[in-house]
């Protein structure tokens, strides 16, 4: 294909221009127009069983250049515009990034998308055309406020597919209208779809902050993503969200059933379905109504939906693990009461233990319950992870249904997370290792032939210090913050959660801003950078975000220690954030609690990217300490075990390490006159009170272990061969995370597409 012909015929109708006059975003436009006719040119994949995977999040970032690469004509389009006096980097400014989801679990499906597609197996995404996403984070005054987040254009990634399908809630019918996004597989002449239902009228963004009226479901369905719970309306916003999201996919399912010419007695051969998250959950009833209307007995219905659907679960947080009330069941959807109580009755039946049951005591009903019982799969996300589910979480479960449980370990695309973030890096593992590792992630293990070549790791050290100069340079055009490339990054990006720990970060910034204070430098300069949203209700993840831009503050008005430390607080983490942040990290801060994360993706993109892990012994970290080996990894904290024992022995007592010498002076400090001089004394002071007397997810039982081990760390950096080198071996072990090894293991052992 003659790209550039192709791109000047279009801007040419467009604009009656030719590319030299075009601006960046004209050649936007113009790019969006070619890529989406090349995408939607490609038939889907074939095969007798179809996936359709359903999530509330689709966390997809940018499109151009992913789909330029897909396609196989990123290096032409580059070229192209370079000849014309344009850059692709400048045009991609423009584009808006879709707000579809918000953390890793979103990101973790998009990643999944790209795999099914690259791998060429019929597969669609299911989930919600949010409007203005989870929000749009502004830091003010020293918090955090939430706007929305519009990013749909009258010209964009979403096709209007002309399909529609009336959802019954209790209130009346509402339709639902199918919008796509092309997902094309990389080095593959197909393409999948993400599917996105959204009202036929949606609401107008509300005119301040994020406050909306609920309650108008008609047209405020679809507004944003994870509405405010913290009423019943909220609640009840997200039972109808989900319900909508199930019910449209559903008919989607059967509707394409009719068009293969499938009775719906056989939909178990020919579709597979992973609910991603207990969000999807009343798929499961829903399938089960629409094919008892088709006909089909109460037996038949439940055989077919329980040999085609497949649970993902993703969290070891009770709290996380979704349970409504059957008052809102009834009010949002009363036709799947009845389903819901014969699938408990059926269970309890068989198991009637209570801790299995879909429906307890109190009338609640538990979602991940009805996918276990109800599913043919149940897997977590990572090796620790599984583990904990059959041992503990859902040991009742695993001990009556073995057969269901199952691992598959996360992974992430490396033709974003490195190709497309990375391109200097991808260049040198071309040089290495040759091109095939964009499809076969294996090949990355032969850089471990460069491990003592000077030149090589020189030239990974080159490239992560370009890439400490962009992030730099992109920190101060967007936050007018200047940034010292010579100082170590130490990056920590994830939703902001107490158990992620964010808290325990922060402990150490005073740690260091005290020692510095008493004369004692540290090795060499340190930038901490955060980036995370906290959930609108969650009123401790805030007075966290208020804690770090506190001592932002503090340590920029003091000359004593900002030339040796230096916090940055990122406002509106997003994708695109981190497409920056993750090339230029040197220490990669995984610090949750051990047992509390499920896997974590950006550990496997950090890592990818020559970073260093320093993390607690959680989640998939795990694995990859078990893949890059004792010195290439800094672990540090309490086993799983032990943690797991404090809880059920309720032994753990905050105060009791808040009064180590090493710790209370830490503490206090968020409360020093200093701070107070900043910040809102009410937000430090419930700060302050939280972690002293109660630090539900323990930072000050692995603080002190926290503290000596990020010294360490600090301290090796300086040898920069030996780092070189530790970098050199996180590059070349992190192929098993690969998004693609996992969908194959989903593919192998669960979904069986071709």
């Known amino acids: 294909m003659d790209i550039k012909n192709k791109l000047s015929g279009i801007v040419k109708q467009r604009y009656a221009k030719t590319l030299e006059r075009c601006d960046s975003r004209e050649l936007y436009y113009a790019l969006l127009q070619m890529t989406q006719e090349l995408s939607t040119a490609r038939p889907a994949p074939q095969g007798s069983r179809k996936l359709y995977y359903f999530s509330a999040e689709f966390l997809v970032g940018k499109l151009l250049s992913n789909n330029l690469l897909a396609l196989g004509v990123y290096q032409d389009v580059e070229q192209v515009l370079r000849e014309s006096g344009h850059s692709l980097s400048a045009v991609e400014e423009v584009e808006p990034?879709?707000?579809?989801?918000?953390?890793?679990?979103?990101?973790?499906?998009?990643?999944?998308?790209?795999s099914i597609a690259a791998l060429d197996l019929p597969g669609d995404g299911v989930g919600l055309n949010y409007h203005y996403g989870l929000f749009h984070q502004c830091l003010k005054e020293g918090y955090q406020t939430e706007m929305p987040d519009p990013w749909m254009e009258?010209?964009?990634?979403?096709?209007?597919?002309?399909?529609?399908?009336?959802?019954?809630?209790?209130?009346?019918?509402?339709?639902a209208v199918m919008w796509d996004i092309a997902v094309p597989g990389a080095n593959t002449a197909s393409a999948n779809r993400l599917h996105l239902f959204d009202v036929e009228k949606p609401a107008a963004a509300p005119e301040q902050g994020i406050d909306f009226d609920k309650t108008d479901i008609a047209h405020c369905l679809t507004s944003f993503l994870y509405p405010d719970d913290s009423d019943e309306a909220g609640r009840l916003l997200r039972v109808y969200q989900q319900y909508f999201m199930v019910s449209a996919g559903a008919q989607l399912i059967l509707k394409e059933l009719d068009e293969r010419g499938v009775d719906p007695r056989h939909l178990c051969e020919h579709v597979a379905i992973q609910i991603n998250d207990t969000h999807p959950s009343m798929v499961i009833p829903e399938l089960t109504r629409l094919l008892l209307e088709r006909g089909l007995s109460m037996n038949e219905a439940l055989h077919q939906v329980a040999h085609a659907c497949a649970y993902t679960n993703h969290t070891i947080l009770a709290e996380a693990l979704e349970k409504w009330p059957m008052s809102f069941i009834q009010k949002v959807a009363p036709q799947l009461v009845p389903i819901i109580r014969e699938l408990d009755r059926r269970a309890k039946q068989v198991f009637p233990d209570p801790r299995m049951a879909i429906i307890d005591n109190n009338d609640v009903v538990h979602m991940a319950h009805m996918d276990i019982h109800y599913g043919y799969s149940v897997n977590g996300v990572a090796t620790l992870h599984t583990d904990i589910l059959r041992k503990t979480e859902l040991r009742a479960f695993a001990d009556v249904y073995p057969e269901k449980f199952n691992n598959k370990t996360n992974g992430v695309t490396y033709r974003r997370w490195l190709e497309v973030c990375n391109p200097k890096l991808a260049a040198l593992l071309d040089q290495c290792v040759g091109k095939q590792w964009r499809t076969d992630a294996s090949r990355f293990n032969g850089l471990m032939n460069y491990w003592g070549d000077g030149q090589v790791l020189r030239d990974l050290l080159d490239i992560k210090f370009e890439n400490k100069l962009e992030l730099c340079r992109v920190i101060k055009e967007r936050q007018g913050v200047e940034v010292d490339p010579e100082s170590i990054f130490d990056i920590q990006i994830k939703r902001l959660h107490e158990y992620k720990r964010q808290q325990m970060n922060a402990l150490y910034v005073i740690r260091k801003y005290l020692e510095i204070k008493g004369g004692h430098l540290p090795p060499r300069p340190i930038t901490v950078i955060f980036g995370a949203k906290a959930a609108p209700a969650y009123v401790m993840a805030k007075h966290i975000?208020?804690?770090?831009?506190?001592?932002?503050?503090?340590?920029?008005?003091?000359?004593?220690?900002?030339?040796?430390?230096?916090?940055?607080?990122?406002?509106?983490?997003?994708?695109?954030?981190?497409?920056?942040?993750?090339?230029?990290?040197?220490?990669?801060?995984?610090?949750?609690?051990?047992?509390?994360?499920?896997?974590?993706?950006?550990?496997?993109?950090?890592?990818?990217?020559?970073?260093?892990?320093?993390?607690?012994?959680?989640?998939?970290?795990?694995?990859?300490?078990?893949?890059?080996?004792?010195?290439?990894?800094?672990?540090?904290?309490?086993?799983?075990?032990?943690?797991?024992?404090?809880?059920?022995?309720?032994?753990?007592?905050?105060?009791?390490?808040?009064?180590?010498?090493?710790?209370?002076?830490?503490?206090?400090?968020?409360?020093?006159?200093?701070?107070?001089?900043?910040g809102q004394e009410s937000s430090l002071r419930a700060l302050h009170e939280d972690i002293r007397g109660k630090d539900w997810f323990m930072a000050l039982l692995d603080l002190e272990d926290y503290i000596a081990t990020r010294d360490q760390a600090m301290l090796d950096y300086g040898n920069r061969s030996a780092w070189a080198q530790k970098m050199l071996v996180n590059i070349a072990n992190s192929g098993f995370f690969s998004s693609d090894r996992t969908i194959a293991e989903y593919n192998q052992d669960i979904w069986h597409l071709k």
């Not at 220490?587 to 020559?610: P, Y």
Request: charged fraction near 15%; include cysteine; charge should be negative.
């Open 97 to 114: 990034e879709p707000s579809l989801g918000n953390g890793g679990l979103g990101r973790l499906a998009a990643c999944f998308l790209d």
């Open 154 to 175: 009258e010209e964009g990634w979403l096709i209007p597919t002309g399909v529609t399908f009336e959802v019954p809630f209790g209130s009346g019918v509402q339709k």
């Open 545 to 678: 975000i208020h804690l770090i831009i506190c001592l932002s503050k503090l340590i920029e008005a003091d000359p004593q220690v900002r030339p040796w430390l230096r916090v940055v607080m990122l406002e509106n983490y997003n994708v695109s954030w981190a497409e920056k942040l993750i090339p230029a990290c040197e220490l990669s801060e995984q610090i949750s609690l051990a047992s509390k994360e499920a896997s974590g993706t950006g550990n496997m993109k950090f890592m990818a990217n020559g970073a260093v892990t320093l993390g607690t012994m959680d989640g998939a970290n795990v694995e990859i300490a078990q893949h890059v080996g004792a010195h290439n990894i800094y672990t540090f904290g309490a086993s799983s075990d032990h943690v797991i024992h404090l809880y059920a022995s309720h032994s753990y007592h905050s105060w009791h390490f808040y009064e180590r010498p090493a710790i209370k002076p830490l503490v206090d400090f968020i409360v020093s006159p200093q701070m107070l001089a900043i």
